[in-house]
């Protein structure tokens, strides 16, 4: 079974739509991260989170929020999507205790807003 | 200067060939370093770690000159399969914070 888990794989939905993206991990990781990553633009952090309840912006957290209410789950959404939300997001968790902050990714999923 | 930067390429090379990417990053007191590896359309995965006295794992070396700020990756004997994007990746020091991630350098190997 793979560590880190994300909901849908793709998604095609309309302009204006509320939509809810789910990470859900088995690792016991404390970290969890949401990136969105384009062509040409590499992966860009939208939310963060150090535990549960904790929640922190990244480099592009306009039109996105998250909610971390269990250590295992980091949930992404856009509450009004638009077409220049289409990319592949990632989420990614990591251990605190390790030290170096190295970050586990689950499978991505492609979202298309038409 | 950008806070990780790379040579996007792409890196055209034959099977066999050796292959070196470059990376450099902005702050100084960042501690730790990695490379990524992410194939089209998946996930980065993490193939390795970068150490100060510099760290082999097979046909990959990776080299960090704390004193130029820049992390290298070198790749010996090519493979087909090392076809890829690879993210050079900095732990900022700052508490608190996310990894920093370069947009990636592609290989492209052919036969």
């Known amino acids: 079974d793979a560590d880190v888990t994300q909901t849908p794989r793709n998604r095609i939905t309309k302009t204006g739509k509320r939509i809810m993206l789910e990470c859900s991990q088995t690792k016991g990781h404390d970290r969890m991260y949401w990136y969105r990553q384009d062509p040409g633009l590499g992966l860009r952090l939208i939310y963060y989170?150090?535990?549960?309840?904790?929640?922190n912006k990244g480099e592009i957290s306009d039109g996105y929020s998250v909610s971390r209410q269990a250590q295992a789950k980091f949930s992404l959404s856009l509450e009004s999507a638009i077409p220049n939300q289409t990319a592949l997001y990632f989420c990614?968790?990591?251990?605190?205790?390790?030290?170096?902050?190295?970050?586990?990714f689950g499978p991505g999923t492609r979202l298309t807003v038409l | 200067r950008k806070e990780v930067e790379q040579d996007p390429g792409p890196f055209n090379v034959p099977e066999g060939a050796t292959v070196a990417f470059n990376c450099t990053y902005s702050n100084s007191a960042s501690q730790s370093f990695f490379w990524y590896r992410q194939d089209c359309r998946k996930e980065p995965k993490l193939l390795m770690s970068v150490y100060s006295s510099g760290n082999e794992d097979g046909r990959f070396t990776a080299q960090l000159n704390r004193a130029s700020q820049y992390i290298s990756l070198l790749i010996r004997d090519s493979k087909l399969s090392d076809s890829a994007t690879y993210l050079c990746v900095v732990n900022p020091p700052q508490a608190g914070t996310a990894l920093i991630f370069g947009k990636g350098t592609t290989l492209s190997v052919s036969s």
């Open positions: 989170s150090f535990d549960v309840k904790d929640i």
């Open positions: 990614a968790t990591s251990d605190h205790s390790t030290g170096d902050n190295e970050q586990f």
